[in-house]
């Protein structure tokens, strides 16, 4: 059996809502970032398709100059969907003129910090407590940490950037 690659289409009606479920279930409603709110319907976005399947997803905004990643994920690992993506949201970002491409990962993230540290991504800023933020725009409680991967507490948000 060969080997196929992985092929990047734009996110289409055929495949919005499985995606949007998808994003709902790991990172619960709505996605916040640096304190905003951001409706995932109203975003851009690309799918990775591997062998007919859909393996991941990119959504992202372009405002004010700059593009901001809001999601990616990735399904099944060394495949070079998460790349992909990452380099297809890039080409997009420097066909409008965007000053920079930027993203937040939380703390406890420590696979995709390393992941974007990789792909040519500088942190730019590190947001202290930034998850209080989040939680009360969440209506999650306030008391206690809520912990993440490796049972990390989150904290703390990570911005990192590619300037264009």
């Not at 399947?53 to 700059?66: F, P, W």
């Not at 990962?105 to 792909?119: E, P, V």
């Not at 049972?151 to 264009?164: A, Q, R, T």
């Amino acid at each position: 059996m060969g080997s196929r690659s992985v092929e990047i289409k734009a996110l289409d009606r055929e495949y919005k809502e499985s995606v949007m479920r998808y994003v709902l279930s790991e990172w619960g409603g709505p996605i916040v970032t640096r304190g905003n709110i951001i409706s995932i319907y109203n975003l851009q976005g690309f799918i990775a398709m591997y062998n007919g399947e859909l393996i991941g997803a990119v959504l992202y905004e372009i405002k004010n100059g700059d593009c901001e990643i809001v999601v990616l994920y990735s399904l099944k690992e060394s495949k070079g969907s998460g790349t992909t993506l990452i380099n297809t949201v890039l080409e997009v970002a420097r066909s409008n003129a965007c000053k920079r491409v930027w993203l937040i990962t939380m703390n406890d993230n420590t696979h995709a910090i390393r992941f974007y540290q990789r792909r040519g991504f500088s942190l730019k800023a590190v947001h202290i407590n930034a998850f209080d933020a989040t939680r009360e725009l969440k209506g999650l409680p306030m008391d206690g940490d809520i912990l993440g991967i490796d049972d990390i507490p989150i904290k703390h948000e990570f911005e990192f950037e590619v300037v264009l």
